[in-house]
């Protein structure tokens, strides 16, 4: 049985690809190499010894898709990452974003729905939460008016899937990451933003290697002990086995429900501050940073409550923020040529 993991020379997508040949699964890639890079095939191979199947495919094209599971027959479970995911971009072109995310969903939904029984697993977001009331946020935290057309996406794509799925031979899971940091600790893979970062701590090492004239911290002015926004920073490679966990979940028929939902963080926040901090002390760079106005759109706190996912998925990240700042540290080092 072969397993699509659709962007899967992304971020999180190659991760997960890796995790997945090391337990012994087949998979073939999707990605349309829009924001990711045909190399990271070359750093998968390298450290799982295989090569995955790739299909470049954009797949927001009906008869690509279409075509892609007449060629796979056999591709029966799917893990879906490929989608646009820049929050600033999604308020500027919306339309974008809702043909990218749904659009290419949708079409996935209607291969899978035509297997006997078949598996999805959803790459979903923190960001359905909206600002909670309470913290650490579960589960069952009421899903608030998305505060992006990029978090409208992530929403209605989890109605869709749960529609689909009770109408159908779908079971799905859908995991809620917090914030994905880090990368592999053999340094062939990481996190490569193409253009400007949207995330933390690419900034931060771009700004330590050189590439940054200065890294801006949006506003000091939040109810929080330092001023700064709190996030849940969890490993990429933790997160990437969540993934496999899950698939596996339900391959062997364990899932309670059609469509079950996890969160997948550590169950600590740390500010903004904390986390230049803890990069500083780990690597021995000193960063140049300064704040300014708050950011439009920016949450005060989330972290997760990872009791479900612990108990119930049987997943618990066990890698600290530290060691994923000392592998971003090292892979920022290699990408520009500086180990």
């Given amino acids: 049985m072969k397993i699509l993991v659709t962007g899967g020379l992304g971020f999180i997508g190659s991760h997960t690809v890796v995790e997945l040949q090391n337990e012994g699964f087949d998979v073939v890639v999707i990605d349309d190499l829009s924001n990711s890079s045909i190399e990271v095939l070359d750093g998968i191979t390298a450290i799982t010894g295989k090569k995955p199947d790739f299909e470049q495919i954009d797949l927001r094209d009906k008869a690509a898709v279409q075509a892609f599971f007449s060629k796979y027959n056999d591709v029966a479970s799917i893990i879906h990452f490929a989608a646009s ?45 909206g600002q909670a009331e309470k913290m650490p946020i579960t589960e069952d935290a009421p899903i608030q008016v998305a505060m992006s057309p990029y978090g409208n996406t992530k ?14 031979n779908i079971n799905a899971i859908l995991l809620r990451y917090f914030n994905p940091v880090g990368a592999h600790d053999s340094v062939m893979i990481g996190e490569l933003p193409k253009g400007t970062p949207q995330n933390l701590v690419p900034f931060i090492t771009q700004t330590a290697i050189g590439l940054r004239e200065q890294l801006s911290v949006f506003g000091d002015d939040y109810p929080t002990p330092d001023g700064t926004c709190i996030r849940d920073y969890i490993h990429v490679v933790d997160l990437a086995k969540a993934h496999v966990t899950a698939l596996k979940r339900l391959i062997d028929n364990k899932n309670a429900d059609k469509v079950e939902v996890f969160n997948l963080g550590t169950g600590k926040g740390n500010s903004v501050l904390e986390v230049i901090n803890a990069f500083e002390k780990v690597t021995g760079q000193k960063l140049n940073y300064r704040i300014v106005a708050r950011r439009a759109g920016d949450i005060t706190e989330a972290y997760a409550d990872t009791a479900k996912a612990n108990n119930v998925l049987g997943w618990k990240a066990g890698l600290t923020m530290e060691d994923a700042l000392a592998s971003a540290w090292k892979w920022e080092k290699k990408v520009r040529g500086k180990e």
């Fill in 85 to 129: 995911k820049a929050v600033g971009e999604s308020v500027e072109n919306p339309l974008l974003y809702y043909e990218n995310n749904l659009g290419s969903l949708v079409y996935l939904l209607r291969g899978l729905q035509q297997k006997e029984k078949s598996h999805f697993i959803f790459s979903s977001s923190c960001t359905v939460y």
């Fill in 155 to 168: 929403q209605i794509g989890e109605e869709i899937i749960t529609d689909v799925a009770n109408v159908s």
